[in-house]
């Protein structure tokens, strides 16, 4: 049974790909993914906002006092000089690619345009297959517009195209006035993948310390029918892989996604949840159900019910809300019926 796939240019084993999370953080677990099945792995991110900082307080801990004298301004190279921050990803990378074969995808993570192609070219010559880039941006000024924002987004892409050559995805929001315009857009600005969505952690309000607080919440296989929507309905419409990410915690779920246009469909609250070895399980999960149903390869099921090939062309549109809503039953009326049949 052949589950090998493509993603921007990488051949991979299987479409078996966890995500940016805090368990690439240790090598180790690196290398235990790699030997669960993981056809490559996604790096924790490089947060735009931690540069920021770390190079704001290397230039006052070199600048602090030297106003008092003037030649000790020429001790030093400028801040701008100094590769802050990123070492020890950078390290990281370089020795992930030494325990395992499996490609290494770096993500950086940010919302502007600022210093990503620095780190973007460090991060290539460290040693990563891929780099995603994770916009994770929430507009709050009232006078930017949606036509500026998306802008950014294709500059950052353009900017960071330009300064390497390894593949570059992008990580997008679903929260596009449209979703297929901008999809469009980045795949003819070069990017070699979306990944299909970003998850938007939401603060919370603890009503007895009375402060905001972070409120991170694993997905449920409910969160995967946004990005299966959206892959069906890209696939075969643009160049770029297609990767699905967010509620894939089952077999059935890849195997879905799959048939939907994805090349790869990635994984993380599933494994924070059950452990890195669950990724044998759901690997089983879709082996089970591809030798039930006489499939041979994942190549080909995948698309197989895109909207490109689907009989119903409105199946993954507007037509069909109308339809949800008309045969909907909530779970008492169908107890009432059922209790009413039977007398």
């Known amino acids: 049974m052949d589950l090998t796939t493509t993603y921007m240019g990488l051949q991979l084993q299987s479409p078996l790909v966890p995500s940016a999370s805090p368990l690439s953080e240790e090598i180790d677990n690196i290398k235990r993914m790699e030997d669960a ?41 400028e801040p701008d000089s100094f590769r802050v921050g990123a070492e020890e990803y950078l390290s990281h990378i370089s020795r992930a690619k030494e325990k395992v074969r499996i490609p290494i995808i770096a993500s950086l993570n940010g919302s502007s345009v600022g210093g990503w192609t620095n780190y973007a070219r460090q991060i290539e010559q460290a040693g990563a297959d891929g780099l995603e880039l994770n916009v994770y941006y929430v507009p709050t000024d009232m006078d930017l517009s949606g036509e500026a924002i ?67 919440i694993l997905s449920t296989p409910q969160a995967m029918r946004l990005p299966l929507r959206w892959i069906a309905i890209l696939y075969g419409r643009i160049n770029a892989s297609l990767a699905a990410t967010s509620g894939v915690h089952h077999g059935q779920d890849v195997i879905k996604l799959l048939m939907a246009g994805a090349n790869i469909t990635m994984l993380c609250s599933v494994l924070l949840r059950h452990g890195i070895e669950h990724l044998q399980i759901i690997e089983q999960e879709m082996r089970s159900w591809m030798a039930e149903h006489e499939y041979e390869s994942v190549r080909q099921m995948q698309g197989s019910m895109s909207q490109q090939n689907c009989p119903d062309k409105s199946a993954f549109e507007r037509a069909q809300y109308m339809r949800s809503l008309q045969t909907y039953k909530p779970e008492w009326a169908r107890v009432y019926e059922t209790s009413h049949y039977f007398g």
């Open 150 to 216: 998306e802008q950014t987004y294709i500059e950052i892409l353009r900017a960071v195209k330009a300064a390497v050559t390894i593949p570059v995805a992008i990580k997008l929001s679903p929260f596009f006035t449209n979703m297929a315009h901008m999809a469009k857009r980045l795949d003819e600005a070069g990017a070699e993948a979306l990944v299909l969505f970003n998850r938007f952690y939401q603060p919370d309000i603890n009503i007895d310390t009375l402060e905001v607080e972070p409120n991170v």
């Open 37 to 77: 099945g993981a056809a490559a792995v996604v790096m924790h991110s490089l947060f735009e906002e931690q540069l920021r900082l770390e190079r704001h307080e290397l230039h006052h801990h070199l600048t602090h006092g030297t106003e008092s004298y003037a030649e000790a301004l020429t001790y030093f190279p």
